[in-house]
């Protein structure tokens, strides 16, 4: 069964450039977000196992998603795809459960790499 | 005059596109200044639009308020596009920097000045060498100029002899965490420039 992936930011040429740096070939369903409630409200209703989030969007910024998921207990394996890449914040949502962190602009090479060392891509390959 | 006047315009997705790219430079800008004054800096999302002259002095008078600035701009061009960046400074936030920069002796006019060259050189450099990044154009930065000290918006706007009736602006409002540092960084980008980066831009969004 193909694997529920989502996509949160808040740019739809982000969601874009995300969706393209997908692995070519892997099995997936991906689900748009465009802020941090509708991205939780998607992890909710099971359409986010693996899930890209960004940091700064309105509504509800990436650590409020990343606290809310922490809070409900959710299944959903964060990987943090950021322009902010300061030391602090990558320390901040790994505290806060995130499984990676990948500064943004993402190529697939980095998105393959980070879902190869987490064993998510060996299943599907 | 009868004469028809040439508007360049943003389409949606255009804005959308300017305002991720800024959104990853103004991040590499910021990560440099957070290392260098071992603070965090905190990241807004950027103002992307297309205004007129009369507009760049509301833009300023809205970021710094009646608060005294002090100023510093610099020109960067490449490809066929040019602009120039402006980094404006609540007087306010001096104390605080020196502080964070470690700076010693009294803080005059010409402490403030060194500070405000050691700021601006990390965030400009690092904000316009990051777009380029992301465009594929190499920027040339010319040398920063200062454009006041202690002065109100008012004077800089002034100062500036700008040619254009409009230009594409991004802002980008800078704040240190748990400090009372703050500055606007606009880049301006010249009339003519404007369908030049639409096109790098449209290129990304094909």
Known sequence: MALPVLICDDSSFARKQMKRALPAGWDVDVTFAGNGLEGLDAIRAGKG???????????????????QIRKEDLPAMVIVVSGDIQPDAQDRVQKLGAMAFIKKPIDQAKATEVLTQFGILSEAE | MGQAISKASLTEDQRDCYQEITNVAMGQAADRLARLLKAYVILPIPKVNLISASELHMALEDTS???????????????????????????????????????????????????LMDVSSVLIGACIQGIGEQLEISFNQGHPVVLGQHCHVDDLV?????????????EIHYQIENLNINCDLLLLFTEDSVAKINQQIDYLLD
């Open chain 1, 49 to 67: 196992e693996v899930v890209f989030l960004d940091l700064t969007m309105p509504e509800l910024d990436g650590y409020g998603v990343l606290e």
């Open chain 2, 65 to 115: 308020s009646n608060d005294d600035v002090s100023a510093v701009c610099q020109g960067f061009i490449g490809s066929g596009i040019a602009g120039e960046a402006l980094l404006v400074f609540n007087d306010a936030s001096f104390a605080d920097l020196a502080q964070l920069m470690k700076y010693k002796g009294p803080l005059d006019q010409h402490a403030e000045l060194e500070l």
């Open chain 2, 158 to 170: 002034k100062s500036g002899n700008h040619q254009w009736s409009q230009t594409l602006a991004i």
